[in-house]
């Protein structure tokens, strides 16, 4: 899997140490685009800049530029993804329009953000008709969860982890009840259940029952 990165999913997995699990998951590339990590990051995250710098030194992140961008013969492409983006999410930040762009010109496939409100990233990618997967930092660890990574009380300690570093107040019952309910009880796409299902026969588990010893955890 290959994933763009959002601004706030960054800080809230690095804040919390837990910035491993996106190599973990998405093991055929994570991209950031540059002005998330110049302007972005430099603004709203300078508590984890240095360790997102290590990360892009070694290899584990590839920064697109604007002129890697254009090395590659796409910049034009992302440019009018941005143009398009901006006018579909006029109320949201750049961060998100430039995630969201980057996935589709480089065709990232998936796109990790935490901005869950309505008209948003997440709940757009969901409702329009976009070749792009959205997850939280949640779908992430239940994902890691199902792949047989960690267990199911790993999977709790971590996003209670998460949650109380970056202080969102969210809660991880609910998050499994609108995973369970994407995927399985009222998918937004038909691909989504086909995906999960190709998940279940890879790793050859039952994802329900292994999201209901999940949910008893919490």
Do not use: C
């Not at 990590?37 to 240095?50: A, K, P």
């Amino acid at each position: 899997m290959r994933a763009s990165l959002d601004t706030n999913v960054i800080i809230h997995l690095y804040r919390a140490g837990l910035q491993g699990i996106l190599f973990d998951i998405f093991d055929e590339g994570v991209f950031i685009y540059g002005q998330i990590r110049s302007m972005e990051l430099e603004h709203h995250g300078q508590d984890v800049l240095s360790s997102v710098d290590a990360d892009i030194d070694s290899g584990k992140i590839e920064l697109f530029t604007d002129q890697k961008l254009k090395d590659l013969a796409v910049y034009k492409v992302f440019e009018n993804n941005v143009r398009e983006n901006r006018i579909l999410y006029s109320g949201g930040d750049l961060g998100e329009v430039y995630a969201i762009s980057l996935a589709q010109t480089i065709g990232a496939y998936s796109l990790v953000t935490d901005d869950t409100k309505q008209g948003g990233p997440y709940m757009s990618l969901l409702q329009l008709d976009y070749d792009i997967m959205p997850f939280t930092f949640a779908d992430v660890l239940i994902l890691r969860y199902l792949m047989g990574v960690v267990d199911a009380q790993q999977t709790v300690q971590d996003f209670e982890l998460v949650n109380n570093q970056s202080q969102l107040n969210w809660s991880f019952r609910s998050q499994i009840s609108k995973f369970i309910k994407r995927f399985f009880k009222e998918p937004y796409r038909e691909e989504e259940r086909q995906w999960i299902q190709r998940l279940a026969v890879k790793y050859e588990i039952s994802i329900k029952q292994k999201l209901s010893v999940l949910s008893k955890l919490v």
